[in-house]
Nanobody, 121 residues
Framework: QVHLVESGGGLVQAGGSLRLSCAASGRAFGFYAVGWFRQAPGKEREFVSRISRSGGNPYYADSVKGRFTISRDSAKNTVYLQMNSLKPEDTGIYYC??????????????WGQGLQVTVSS
């Protein structure tokens, strides 16, 4: 079992930066890929980024590639999402997730409660 808690969201102007954190509890955390999804108002939840259980092989949605960076601190059981050059279309609820790397972009096993990111124009 893995319990995920997100932090670091908020309101930022376009072009600004935020760093999201996802702290995990549970011995199984090290066995899973971890990453982020988001859901904009009126839209379906979409994949943003994920990192492998070893902390390598980062993978990004095309919409955030070059602007977002995911990293993992295994000693702290924490995954970070550094978001730079934010755009209003990045606004949404961001969810941390954990699961098998093979099917992560569609069906993670565990979810955090989500936090709000708002980018003003």
């Amino acid at each position: 079992q893995v319990h995920l808690v997100e932090s670091g969201g908020g309101l930022v102007q376009a072009g600004g930066s935020l760093r999201l954190s996802c702290a995990a509890s549970g011995r199984a955390f090290g066995f899973y890929a971890v990453g982020w999804f988001r859901q904009a108002p009126g839209k379906e939840r979409e994949f943003v980024s994920r990192i492998s259980r070893s902390g390598g092989n980062p993978y990004y949605a095309d919409s955030v590639k070059g602007r977002f960076t995911i990293s993992r601190d295994s000693a702290k059981n924490t995954v970070y999402l550094q978001m730079n050059s934010l755009k209003p279309e990045d606004t949404g609820i961001y969810y941390c997730a954990a699961g098998s790397e093979v099917v992560f972009t569609t069906t993670p096993d565990y979810w955090g409660q989500g936090l709000q990111v708002t980018v003003s124009s």
